[in-house]
């Protein structure tokens, strides 16, 4: 085999695992150096195991088709982590049953806003003294609204705050897989050690305990154990604990201990902010009014910004064009449509009055009755989750009202969220109304 330079082979791979694999290419992969070439053997070298992990679960295949595209030879690729064994800690167990942290997953990358402030404090505060606040921690939320972005974050944090914190996380499926192999292997006392003996124990989508009573039997007992001895349980579900169907009342209780926290979909400034981080850690040039066009066009979930962001930036690689607001329209097919897809203060006020069947005029008007107050706070809510305009361009379209207002009354509607199912659904369906009109 003809006998090339490591770093030179290794540089044309990440030019073509970046044309070839747009998800997983992360702005960090500058920092890989090639440790080695020889005998159809390339050893990469990345300075954290976190990242070597990323790349074992979700780029190997890509990165050795592409250095056998680069070579012409048969070749095999492997990851190395360069950092010294001492400076990683043997104790920290957040990989057990499989799970590997994702590297994107920490707080410095989580974005914050109104809809996940207290999701977000909460969880710094659990990595900085688990056991003593918010425990039980219970996070709740529509799917990709960021609940196992905060839950990884949660373990780099206090990888990095005690190396020596045990901490276990899974998924609600593999706790009760794990129950039952350990039922069938005569192994549940080996089961109920793992499990209660950590200082941390994370379980994401406990929903899934529904109608499962043996396992429901098991956590319980678990969740005592953990809660007696002061150490740190953080749950994650779709829906509040009082909202988990089938589940013993005992257990819904308990979830009720310490805080729980909602997790919103993002308003149109916080979706602008996540579409330009995670662009950034993709390395994604956006010019101006890109990140605005996508926040606009995608309003239900993160990982459907994360979809848009690969389509567009696979399209850019495909044609050989830079990205443009142009080319964005074309990528994501918003071009014959993005005019329409406009939500105006008059589009919200129209509809809020038709729900509570109030006039238009009132909405606008200094009255002050709790009927027409709750509706208006509603109107200027709305107005910051799905236009453009500023919190004054907001109070302006209701009677005048300033930003410090317009604030106070998002502020409020977020708080009723928490304790008035009725009026979340109400509000959920009138974002339907405006967002499908079209």
């Known amino acids: 085999m003809k006998q090339q330079e490591p770093a030179q082979i290794l540089e044309q791979i990440l030019e073509e695992v970046r044309s070839t694999d747009p998800v997983n290419v992360r702005t960090w992969f500058s920092d890989l150096t090639a440790l080695s070439f020889s005998g159809g053997h390339l050893d990469i070298g990345c300075p954290d195991q976190t990242k070597v992990d990323y790349l074992n679960d979700h780029c190997l295949s890509v990165f050795t088709k592409a250095a056998q595209k680069i070579t012409g030879f048969l070749v095999s690729v492997s990851f190395h982590s360069t950092r010294p064994i001492a400076a990683e800690s043997s104790a920290f167990t957040a990989s057990l049953d499989g799970l590997r942290l994702h590297p994107d997953y920490t707080f410095d990358n989580f974005v914050v806003g109104p809809c996940n402030r207290l999701a977000h404090a909460s969880c710094i505060a659990v990595s900085q003294n688990p056991g003593t606040v918010y425990n039980p921690l219970f996070l709740y939320g529509s799917v990709g609204l960021g609940k196992t972005h905060l839950l990884h974050a949660v373990c780099h944090a206090s990888r990095e705050n005690n190396g020596d914190l045990s901490i276990r ?90 805080l729980v926290a909602r997790l919103d979909p993002p308003s149109y400034e916080t979706r602008i902010a996540i579409v330009k981080k995670k662009a950034g850690l993709r390395g994604i040039h956006l010019p101006e009014g890109v990140a605005e066009m996508i926040a606009e066009h995608v309003q239900s979930n993160i990982r459907e910004i994360e979809g848009a962001l690969t389509v567009l930036y696979a399209t850019a690689r495909t044609v050989g064009q830079p990205i443009t607001p142009e080319l964005t329209r074309q990528a994501l097919g ?105």
């Open 169 to 258: 996380f899974l998924s609600c499926e593999q706790f009760v897989n794990g129950f039952i192999s350990a039922i069938e292997q005569g192994r549940l006392a080996d089961f109920q050690n793992q499990h209660r003996s950590v200082d941390v124990l994370i379980i994401d989508d406990i929903q899934f305990l529904r109608e499962r009573e043996q396992s429901q039997e098991e956590f319980f007992h678990t969740f005592n154990a953990l809660y007696n001895n002061r150490r740190q349980i953080i749950l994650t579900a779709d829906c509040p604990p009082a909202q988990l169907p089938s589940l013993e009342e005992r257990l819904i209780s308990r979830f009720k201990w310490g």
């Open 334 to 438: 918003i071009q014959q449509t993005a005019a329409q897809r406009t939500i105006t203060m008059a589009d919200i006020i129209e509809a809020v009055s038709r729900e509570f069947d109030i006039r238009i005029t009132d909405l606008q008007s200094k009255k002050r009755s709790q009927s027409i107050t709750l509706p208006r706070q509603i109107c200027m809510y709305l107005g910051r989750q799905l236009t453009r305009h500023s919190l004054e361009e907001i109070g302006g379209h209701l009677g005048g009202r300033d930003h410090s207002t317009v604030l106070h009354a998002c502020t409020k509607i977020e708080e009723i969220f928490k304790t008035d199912e009725q009026i979340r659904l109400r509000i959920e369906n009138l974002t339907r109304q405006l967002t499908q009109k079209q």
